[in-house]
């Protein structure tokens, strides 16, 4: 009489982990394959003709400079 419960219980723990081990590799699946992609959808900026980073060229003022929080 316990027999088909227990057939039956045991078929729906087969079912939950064969459909959360699907999950988790369909997971490491679009992972593994987007791996390093970042795609932006706005202009690039044009490259800098020097190739180095301009500093700003201040002359120095000679007195201390107040900063206001």
Do not use: C, H, W
């Not at 044009?46 to 060229?57: C, L, T």
């Amino acid at each position: 009489s316990e027999f088909p419960f227990a057939m039956f219980f045991l078929a729906v723990v087969a079912v939950v982990l064969v459909t959360l081990l699907s999950v988790v590799a369909l997971i490491i699946i679009y992972l593994y394959k987007n791996k390093g992609t970042y795609r932006i959808y706005e202009e690039q900026p044009e490259a800098d003709p020097e190739g180095s980073v301009q500093m700003e060229d201040l002359p120095y003022k000679g007195e201390k400079e107040e900063y206001f929080i």
